[in-house]
């Protein structure tokens, strides 16, 4: 049975991933690594580690069909509410992470970029996502976007304030703020809107997470936690989502 929500997406399905459109911008919310702990009598940390693990396999299998960006929202800009020990235990997945990253995704030419403050984080950990973003700059294959300190009310709080700014030094009028000025000024600048947006942990909710680019997103809420997501539910989310009909406002 496939871990969709809901009677109608529960349909076992008979299509594959080669007969069916890809969507081009894919992200997704990592959620459910504490519940999968929990589960397991284990510390939330161990969810994160085994989380990361999915990260990584997931990244590579969408790089691999043939995905063109990637956005995945690894901690929010509310995540720092949490308790100290388990943000402490979250940056010290993320410097590991990130120093195997360097190397990690070379070989399927991934393209790594981090979208949020970076500003938030040690010295250390701002180095190695600098460093991530310089050496994987001159490849071809998929964008990964690693959302981390994101929060996308901070992102347009952000773009609001440049654009008055810009006003403000007279480099542009009021009337040059369109939709396009405003994408243009967030972190996602110059990439196409997800086109699929897949929450593992079956929360119905978008939690701050690309709030202007999704406009026209299509969701898929799966009722897996995001440590047990595997290579098939990736496909089986692909499918619902190429079954969808995209109509924009349009007939
Ligand atoms: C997602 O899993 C990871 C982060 C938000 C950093 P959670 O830690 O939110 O897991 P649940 O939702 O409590 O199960
Ligand atoms: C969203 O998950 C953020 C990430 C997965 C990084 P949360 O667990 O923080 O969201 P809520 O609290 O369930 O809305
Ligand atoms: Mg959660």
Redesign the pocket.
Known sequence: MLPFLKGKNNEKQNIALQDVQLPEHVGII???????AKKRGLP?SA??RA?AKTFRTITKYCSNIGIKYLTVY???TE?WKRPQDEVNA?MGLFKSYLEEAISDFKDEDIVVRFIGDRTAFSPELQELINENERCSADRTGMVLNIAMNYGSRDEIVRAVKNIAQQVEDKKITVDDINDNLISNNLYTAGQPDPDLIIRP?GEYRISNFLLWQSAYTEYVIMDV??PDFTTDMMDSAIIEYAKRNRRFGGV
């Open positions: 990592m959620d459910g690594n504490g519940r999968w939330r969810g994160h989380g690894a901690f929010s995540n979250l942990s936690l995001w």
